[in-house]
């Protein structure tokens, strides 16, 4: 069996001070000649590269908060030849997110603890809590944000009791930030998943995220979901999500990716049909650009277990891109669009 890594872009971005990118530590520690680690360990160490790169504003330590300042993260981890899932959401303090819901996997026979509970989790396997996880480059674009959302209901303060009109105002104020060149669009929404197949033919995946920037507390994504923000099915394959996670979670897209897999697919071909599920199940209007297509992004990493593999987005562009690694070495690829490979998603 050929191994093979697979992320987001921006596993193959951050090297946190070191020499190695995520997936890079992914595909050594787990083709290690002398001593192989379990795929899902090498990944989850991979993953660790980017939680704690402060200068990722979308993953871990730096991660853009909640509306409140508070950064709260989601991380899954499946282990397909184990047929097993470990996963946290809303975990506060803890930057390594998806090496604690590897022991949610490891330890318990949940799939998913939350909140304080996850934390008191952690910290019991020996955790140590960080406080705040916020960088002043993330409390800076916060408190900007946050001015930017009290001058609009100083102006509008029916905007203070209707939720979804402050989080839809909220949302376009971080929209506007990022045309700005404050915040890099791919981090107003932004997560790494990395799936990789190792030398004997194990799937195993992790997603891990800070989630959407400025989301209303308690809010939780994709990305710990089993099904939606990953999932992985041993003897078949992988899919990873980033992008507005409301809209995997709605149609469920990993899961129906690796189940057409399991069916024959091909990646490319399974990515693609999830896309245009998500396209066709987007109907409400606050959803829609000018185009009457989604107004958000959604990318698919997506791996079988023979190896084959395929990078796909409802939006393409030069920086729609994705990672893979394998024995030649790492290299970022352009994801195929669905909808078109030049447009915004917000045209
Ligand atoms: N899918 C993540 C979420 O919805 C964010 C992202 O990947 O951009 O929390």
Same mark, same amino acid.
């Given at each position: 069996? !050929?191994?093979?890594?697979? %992320?987001?872009?921006?596993?193959?971005?951050?090297?946190?001070?070191? !020499?190695?990118?995520?997936?890079?530590?992914?595909?050594?520690?787990?083709?290690?000649? %002398?001593?192989?680690?379990?795929?899902?360990?090498?990944?989850?160490?991979?993953?660790?590269?980017?939680?704690?790169?402060?200068?990722?504003?979308?993953?871990?330590?730096?991660?853009?908060?909640? %509306? &409140?300042?508070?950064?709260?993260? &989601?991380?899954?981890?499946?282990?397909?030849?184990?047929?097993?899932?470990?996963?946290?959401?809303?975990?506060?303090?803890?930057?390594? +997110?998806?090496?604690?819901?590897?022991?949610?996997?490891?330890?318990?026979?949940?799939?998913?603890?939350?909140?304080?509970?996850?934390?008191?989790? #952690?910290?019991?396997?020996?955790?140590? @809590?960080?406080?705040?996880?916020?960088?002043?480059?993330?409390?800076?674009?916060?408190?900007?944000?946050?001015?930017?959302?009290?001058?609009?209901?100083?102006?509008?303060?029916?905007?203070?009791?209707?939720?979804?009109?402050?989080?839809? %105002?909220?949302?376009?104020?971080?929209?506007?930030?990022?045309?700005?060149?404050?915040?890099?669009?791919?981090?107003?929404?932004?997560?790494?998943?990395?799936?990789?197949?190792?030398?004997?033919?194990?799937?195993?995946?992790?997603?891990?995220?800070?989630?959407?920037?400025?989301?209303?507390?308690?809010?939780?994504?994709?990305? @710990?979901?089993?099904? +939606?923000?990953?999932?992985?099915?041993?003897?078949?394959?992988?899919?990873?999500?980033?992008?507005?996670?409301?809209?995997t979670l709605y149609s469920l897209s990993s899961f129906a990716i690796v189940?057409?897999?399991?069916?024959?697919?091909?990646?490319?071909?399974?990515?693609?049909? #999830?896309?245009?599920?998500?396209?066709?199940? !987007?109907?409400?209007?606050?959803?829609?650009?000018?185009?009457?297509?989604?107004?958000?992004?959604?990318?698919? *990493?997506?791996?079988?277990? #023979?190896?084959?593999?395929?990078?796909?987005?409802?939006?393409?562009?030069?920086?729609?891109? *994705?990672?893979?690694?394998?024995?030649?070495?790492?290299?970022?690829?352009?994801?195929?669009?669905?909808?078109?490979?030049?447009?915004?998603?917000?045209?």
């Open positions: 069996m !050929t191994p093979l890594v697979i %992320a987001s872009a921006n596993g193959h971005q951050y090297r946190n001070g070191g !020499t190695e990118t995520c997936v890079e530590r992914v595909f050594r520690l787990m083709t290690d000649g %002398a001593d192989p680690a379990d795929p899902l360990e090498a990944i989850v160490d991979g993953v660790t590269i980017v939680e704690l790169d402060p200068t990722e504003t979308s993953v871990g330590f730096g991660g853009l908060p909640n %509306a &409140d300042g508070v950064v709260q993260l &989601d991380a899954c981890c499946m282990h397909g030849s184990r047929g097993r899932a470990g996963a946290v959401a809303a975990l506060e303090g803890i930057a390594t +997110a998806a090496a604690v819901a590897h022991r949610v996997l490891v330890e318990t026979h949940h799939h998913l603890l939350a909140g304080q509970g996850a934390l008191d989790f #952690a910290i019991s396997r020996g955790f140590a @809590p960080q406080g705040d996880l916020m960088t002043p480059r993330s409390r800076g674009l916060w408190i900007d944000w946050r001015r930017r959302l009290d001058a609009l209901l100083s102006t509008d303060p029916s905007l203070a009791a209707d939720a979804r009109r402050r989080a839809e %105002a909220g949302y376009e104020i971080g929209l506007a930030m990022s045309r700005e060149g404050l915040i890099d669009p791919n981090h107003l929404w932004g997560t790494i998943t990395c799936s990789a197949i190792g030398p004997k033919g194990d799937v195993c995946g992790v997603t891990s995220t800070s989630g959407l920037a400025w989301k209303i507390p308690g809010r939780v994504g994709d990305s @710990p979901i089993p099904g +939606a923000g990953l999932y992985v099915r041993g003897g078949v394959g992988a899919a990873g999500a980033t992008g507005r996670g409301e809209s189940e057409a897999m399991r069916r024959g697919a091909h990646p490319k071909d399974a990515g693609m049909a #999830a896309l245009k599920e998500i396209k066709d199940t !987007t109907v409400d209007p606050s959803l829609l650009n000018a185009r009457g297509a989604p107004n958000f992004n959604v990318k698919l *990493y997506i791996v079988n277990a #023979a190896g084959d593999y395929a990078g796909v987005a409802l939006y393409g562009g030069d920086a729609v891109r *994705y990672a893979v690694c394998g024995e030649n070495g790492a290299e970022l690829m352009p994801c195929e669009a669905l909808i078109d490979q030049g447009h915004e998603f917000v045209d």
